[in-house]
């Protein structure tokens, strides 16, 4: 029973490593577009940025800290970064809509509002400033 | 949800707790230890329902390791992890329960997860607990402030 425990975790573990955090992109099966009146309810308004980060958060979260500060930090030097932090608790029709389970979950939109991709609990740090600078760096930007 | 101003602790406490944790959830496991299962228990719910200073694990740490370890480099606020007491309270009770009313099997898959939890938050700090809050959240009704 231990070594089930034991091999479980260490499976857990190599999950977390790999997978937490990490960018998986919109095509596939997944819609890539979100509702107008769902980023309306979130005061989302992807027009206004290259990128748009979107990050749900609650309050037994202890990830979401270190990546809404990073974000911040991000967007205090990347003009064509946007960031909207939603309590999920405050928006759970939304939070279903949208198919979050878990915090920190990130929506990362192009500026025509169609969805670049999303991940799940925090990013790493070089991944998510690597990210960010792809899609924001280009003067001319290419979301349209 | 808790309004008062967030109360921050030493991140290094609860993965120091969580360890301790996914010891004493492994000598219960191997020895099939309900009493010792429902002693955790006893130390989920001081934490998680009286708050985490009054978590033993966390007295411990306090006095006896974090003196040693130097001075604090990043802290946090208490929810998080507090809540994660409470869902491994949940998990323990069920096992110390299974130990000691005669279903063995069932105290050792509930201990088992608490353990999995445990370790994984003592190896890599991501908290399982705090993870579910959002999708056990998102079943019920929306809560009007």
């Known amino acids: 029973m231990l070594a089930v425990a034991l091999a479980v975790t260490v499976a857990a573990v190599r999950w977390a490593r790999t997978r937490n955090g990490a960018l998986r992109g919109a095509d596939g099966e997944e819609a890539d577009t979100i509702p107008t009146a769902v980023l309306e309810e979130l005061g989302v308004r992807p027009a206004d940025a290259e990128l748009t980060v979107v990050q749900f958060s609650t309050a037994f979260c202890g990830p979401c800290r270190a990546t809404r500060a990073r974000l911040q930090q991000l967007q205090a030097t990347r003009p064509g970064l946007a960031y909207v932090d939603v309590d999920a608790e405050s928006h759970l029709d939304a939070v279903r809509a949208l198919d979050v389970r878990r915090t920190p979950t990130l929506l990362y939109l192009r500026r025509d509002g169609s969805l670049l991709g999303r991940s799940s609990g925090a990013p790493r740090a070089e991944e998510l400033t690597a990210l960010v600078d792809a899609h924001t760096g280009a003067r001319d930007g290419w979301g349209g | 949800m808790p309004s008062a101003p967030a109360r921050l602790i030493d991140t290094r406490g609860p993965r120091f707790a969580a360890a301790v944790t996914s010891v004493v959830l492994a000598v219960a496991l191997l020895t099939a230890g309900g009493w010792l299962v429902a002693a955790q228990a006893a130390v989920f719910a001081a934490g998680g329902l ?45 096992g110390a329960a299974g130990y000691l009313l005669g279903a063995p099997l069932l105290g050792a898959v509930a201990t088992g997860f608490a353990l999995v939890a445990a370790l994984l938050n003592a190896v890599t700090g991501f908290c399982l607990g705090c993870e579910l809050y959002l999708t056990v959240r998102r079943l019920m009704p929306a809560r009007t402030a």
């Open chain 2, 50 to 94: 009286a708050g985490l200073r009054y978590a033993p694990y966390a007295v411990l740490f306090r006095t006896l390791v974090a003196p040693r370890l130097g001075p604090v480099r990043d802290r946090e606020p208490e929810a998080p992890p507090r809540f994660a007491q409470l869902v491994g309270l949940l998990f323990t009770v069920v």
